[in-house]
T-cell receptor, first 113, second 114 residues
Framework: GDSVTQMEGPVTLSEEAFLTINCTYTATGYPSLFWYVQYPGEGLQLLLKATKADDKGSNKGFEATYRKETTSFHLEKGSVQVSDSAVYFC????????????FGQGTTLQVKP | NAGVMQNPRHLVRRRGQEARLRCSPM?????VYWYRQLPEEGLKFMVY????????ESGMPKERFSAEFPKEGPSILRIQQVVRGDSAAYFC????????????FGSGTQLSVL
């Protein structure tokens, strides 16, 4: 079945460091791909999305490119801030489906001043 | 412009009791999804409901779990005869349409079973 695999955390970085969180997926057809972020004590918020191959999603300095050839959707940010500390979830929505998302296990990011 | 409201935020139950988790979707949203997050794991889909209808319950355990979304009032996730393995964070999400790609999540209910 469809699945999402993320790099394990926690990831600890210093402020202004470069961030990469790897995400790969297994799916049939043409899924949509998402990154959600969960701040402490809050629900998940959509960070960015891409709906077809080679699309780049971007928001708040974060970027991810839908790579069908490598079945990947890695999250990147050029310079992280302390306020980026959160749990990041990669997810896919199978093609032809509704809001039934398949999530990765989440990666905790800790940014130190 | 209230977001998705879930209550209670924290719920403690003893084994064998019933747990009722409530979710009020965003205004204008008629599609509700329930997800469960076990410790150290990602969110797992449980059930998808529209007003008065269960559309997809493929992620619901076969026993003890039920969900409803009545014409009036919040969506309810009900767990009967809770066991320790039910301890988890339960998240509700809503969307205005079935094909809407963006889900709006509530802050979750943390269920602890003693």
């Amino acid at each position: 079945g469809d699945s999402v695999t993320q790099m394990e955390g926690p990831v600890t970085l210093s402020e202004e460091a470069f961030l990469t969180i790897n995400c790969t997926y297994t799916a049939t057809g043409y899924p949509s791909l998402f990154w959600y972020v969960q701040y402490p004590g809050e629900g998940l918020q959509l960070l960015l999305k891409a709906t077809k191959a080679d699309d780049k999603g971007s928001n708040k300095g974060f970027e991810a490119t839908y790579r069908k050839e490598t079945t990947s959707f890695h999250l990147e940010k050029g310079s992280v801030q302390v306020s980026d500390s959160a749990v990041y979830f990669c997810a896919l929505r199978p093609s032809g489906n509704t809001g039934k998302l398949i999530f990765g296990q989440g990666t905790t990011l800790q940014v130190k001043p | 412009n209230a977001g998705v409201m879930q209550n209670p935020r924290h719920l403690v139950r003893r084994r064998g009791q019933e747990a009722r988790l409530r979710c009020s979707p965003m205004k204008g949203h008629s599609h509700v999804y329930w997800y469960r997050q076990l410790p150290e794991e990602g969110l797992k889909f449980m059930v998808y409901l529209q007003k008065e209808n269960i559309i997809d319950e493929s992620g619901m355990p076969k026993e003890r779990f039920s969900a409803e979304f009545p014409k009036e009032g919040p969506s309810i996730l009900r767990i009967q005869q809770v066991v320790r393995g039910d301890s988890a964070a339960y998240f509700c999400a809503s969307s205005p349409r079935a094909d809407n790609e963006k889900l709006f999540f509530g802050s979750g209910t943390q269920l602890s079973v003693l």
